[in-house]
């Protein structure tokens, strides 16, 4: 617990971080280490190699036949023939455009899925700012509660009091004291949350500010600029734009393919040879192939929309809230930095002018003040961090 207090107190000595965001070094250490991101990169480099194969043309076919002739004088007969087959032209062009579009695609899955991880980061440092806060805030309750209880077990011991009231004290002491070790536990096991993002390398540093980011003014402007930068919706828009690819190479896979080839038969000491060419006729196999692409183009075309609305509606509800939460702080702070309680309960009851148990209850109250603020405080960083992580 000491040493956690001490890393604390030495947090803003520790740790540097950008004036802009205070979890930016720490997300950046996590999108270089991060064993889920270096295994869906090569997963995508995979993919991407993938998609290439597609590229690739039939392989040709070679044919060879001996066949004996009856009656023997008739001689034997050796055929050979050689043959590629290939697809209508306009078709390798088309190919072509769809795979650089799955290639686009499968970067577009990995940021989409990076960005998820980081933001499950940025999460947990929203947490993590909250928890440190919140132990600082209970060591020096603590500290009181100790300073309290320790004066009535001298006054208990002087016969001054009963000991229903030193009861109270080491009941307010012991209650403290767990909040804290509570408040301990969850820092640890934040720091090992962000350690295991961070492919279990050691975060020293401990987090003692959130970021300063501030909300967007203009929140329809700010979403103009942010839906530019969620890889989901351009993933979405351009599988509608791969969609349409695909209906032309659909089409063009519709149209004859093409099979040339050598030939050769020998018989009996003669020799025919040549070259052979073949057109296939397309009648049963692609049938309803374009109804069905088009119709997935059009399905792709409403999901894109949809996507579209629920992302700005989200982001919307979460910009709302921001806002009343941040009006909800300013009054917070209004009455917090006028009026210390703490201090002021403390002198009218050393004066006599407050009794234990209303010192008690009226001191509660004003923690459950603090309590309040800074729940208040990491919620409204919680819904920053859902819109922050659209800025980039």
């Given amino acids: 617990m000491k040493l956690i207090y001490i890393l604390i107190a030495l947090s803003g000595v520790l740790f540097t971080v950008n004036a802009q965001d205070n979890f930016q070094e720490v997300l950046n250490r996590i999108e270089s280490n991060n064993t889920t991101l270096k295994a869906l990169l090569e997963k995508t480099k995979a993919d991407k190699i993938g998609n290439k194969t597609a590229l690739n043309m ?7 036949g001996y066949l004996w002739g009856s009656p023997s004088e008739e001689g034997n007969r050796k055929d050979l023939n050689i043959t590629q087959s290939f697809d209508f032209p306009t078709a390798y062009g088309y190919r072509s455009q769809v795979v650089t579009g799955q290639n686009v695609q499968a970067d577009l899955v990995y940021q989409q899925q990076a960005k998820e991880i980081l933001q499950q980061a940025r999460v947990f440092c929203v947490e993590l700012v909250y928890q440190t806060k919140r132990y600082a805030e209970l060591n020096e309750r603590v500290k009181l509660a100790k300073e309290l209880s320790e004066a009535y077990q001298t006054r208990f011991d002087k016969g001054d009091i009963n000991i229903i009231e030193y009861n109270k004290t080491k009941l307010n002491l012991l209650n403290s004291e767990k909040a804290m070790q509570i408040a301990e536990v969850e820092i640890a096991t934040l ?12 975060m020293l540093d401990l987090l003692s500010n959130y970021s300063s980011y501030s909300l967007p003014l203009s929140f329809d402007q700010w979403f103009n600029e942010a839906k530019m930068n969620n890889p989901a919706l351009e993933s979405a828009m351009k599988e509608v734009d791969l969609s349409r690819k695909q209906e032309k190479l659909t089409k063009a896979l519709n149209l004859p ?23 296939s006729i397309p009648l049963w196999e692609g049938k309803n192939t374009v109804k069905y692409q088009k119709a997935q183009t059009v399905a792709l075309e409403m999901q894109q929309k949809d996507s579209e609305l629920q992302f700005y509606n989200t982001l919307k509800n979460q910009y709302h809230r921001a806002g009343t939460l941040f009006d909800l702080l300013r009054d917070y702070e209004e009455i917090l930095s006028t009026s210390n309680n703490r201090t002021l309960l403390k002198k009218a009851f050393e004066k006599g002018q407050l009794s234990l148990i209303n010192y008690l209850l009226e001191l509660s109250v004003y923690y459950e003040t603090i309590d309040q603020y800074m729940e208040k405080e990491k919620e409204y960083q919680l819904a920053l961090s859902e819109l922050q992580q659209w800025d980039r």
Avoid: W
């Fill in 257 to 279: 393919k093409i099979t040339a080839g050598y030939m050769s038969e020998r018989l009996l000491g003669t020799t025919h040879q040549g070259f052979t060419f073949g057109v």
């Fill in 58 to 64: 039939a392989n040709p076919e070679v044919e060879v």
């Fill in 191 to 202: 720091r090992a949350e962000l350690q295991r993002l961070n492919g279990g390398e050691p």
